[in-house]
Every structure is written in C-alpha cells, then in structure tokens.
C-alpha cells in the first residue's frame, strides 16, 4: 500500500483511471478530475477536496473518513458502497445530483449550500444532519432516520412522516408543505 500524507495535489486528472492499493492522509485536492475514476478500495482520511469533478467515480469499499468536499461536482456517485468503518462527510457549495447514500449511517453529517437534486436518502441515519441553503427536489427519503435533523432552511424536498422517523426535526413554516405533499392538499398563504 503506497501512504500519501500531508500532500496538495493541484489540476490533476484522474478521469477515467484506477488507482489501487493507495491511501490519502490529510492531503488537499485543488481542482482533480475525478471522472469516472476507480477508487475503489482506496482509503481517504482528513482529506479535503476543492472544486474537483467526481462525476460517476466509483468508490466501492472505500474509506471515506473526515473527508471535506467544498464546491465539488458530485454527479452519480455510490456512497452507500463505501465502508461503513468511520464514514464521515461534509459537502459545502457542492452539487450531489443523482448520488446515493441508501443505508448509510451519517450523524450529524452537514450540508451547506448544496444542490441535492435526485439523491437516494433511503434507509440512511441522518440524525442531527443539517441540510442548510439546500435544493432536495426529487431527493428519496424512505425509512430514513430523520431524528433532530435540520431542514429549516432546505427547499423542494418531500418526506413522508409516516414512512420516516423525524423526531424533533426542525423545518420552518414554508416548509411543512413538503411534509404534506402525499396527502394532495391545497394550502393558502
């Protein structure tokens, strides 16, 4: 296994390749592209990744730990095939259309300022995950665990609170809509 630590990689390209038997620690990525890469089994710990394109990279049995992503392209991509050992996540200014984290334990998880369209959320722990500035539309909650997550300021999401558990959930007031949505009702300002 070939250990990167405390490394800055800038304007890379990774489209399109494989990687294998490597591990990232507290490295930075400025500006990679990601695209379509491999990386699966790689490990990323305290990493930080800055305007780089992970559009449909794959990152089955991956470590993914204390990995900050900030203005990232996150199209496509299977989180839920990560390792669940440590999993940890921050997206801040990213846009995460089409991704999956269908079972994944992510407590406390924050989004800021995300574009979240189209996201599979099904079965996932977001206890305490804050969704802050963020676009849900079309985003799959099922089953998910919703416990003190925060979406006071998240917009076009839809959660069903007969299929979800959202105890203590914070929403504001224009937001309860998307609390109602499976019921059909027409609501007046």
């Known amino acids: 296994m ?3 630590e405390g490394k800055t990689f800038n304007k890379v390209n990774y489209a399109n390749k494989q ?4 591990e990232f620690s507290n490295c930075r990525f400025v500006d990679c592209d990601f695209t379509k890469s491999n990386f699966s089994s790689i490990d990323f710990i305290d990493c930080e990744f800055v305007s780089c394109n992970f559009s449909l990279t794959i990152l089955k049995h991956s470590g993914i730990k204390d990995i900050h992503f900030k203005d990232c392209k996150i199209v496509g991509v299977d989180f839920s095939a990560c390792n669940d050992f440590l999993f940890s996540v921050k997206f801040t200014d990213c846009s995460l259309d089409y991704a999956t984290f269908h079972s994944r334990k992510m407590k406390s998880t924050q989004f800021t300022n995300c574009v979240i369209k189209e996201v599979d959320f099904s079965e996932a722990d977001l206890t305490q995950a804050v969704f802050r500035n963020c676009d849900l539309t079309r985003s799959i909650f099922d089953r998910s665990i919703l416990d003190k997550a925060d979406f006071s300021s998240a917009i076009n999401f839809e959660i069903n609170p007969e299929r979800n558990r959202l105890k203590k959930a914070i929403f504001s007031s224009n937001g309860l ?5 499976k019921y059909d009702l027409v609501v007046k300002d």
């Open 2 to 4: 070939k250990l990167h």
């Open 19 to 22: 990687l294998i038997n490597n």
């Open 177 to 181: 809509l998307g609390l109602l949505t």
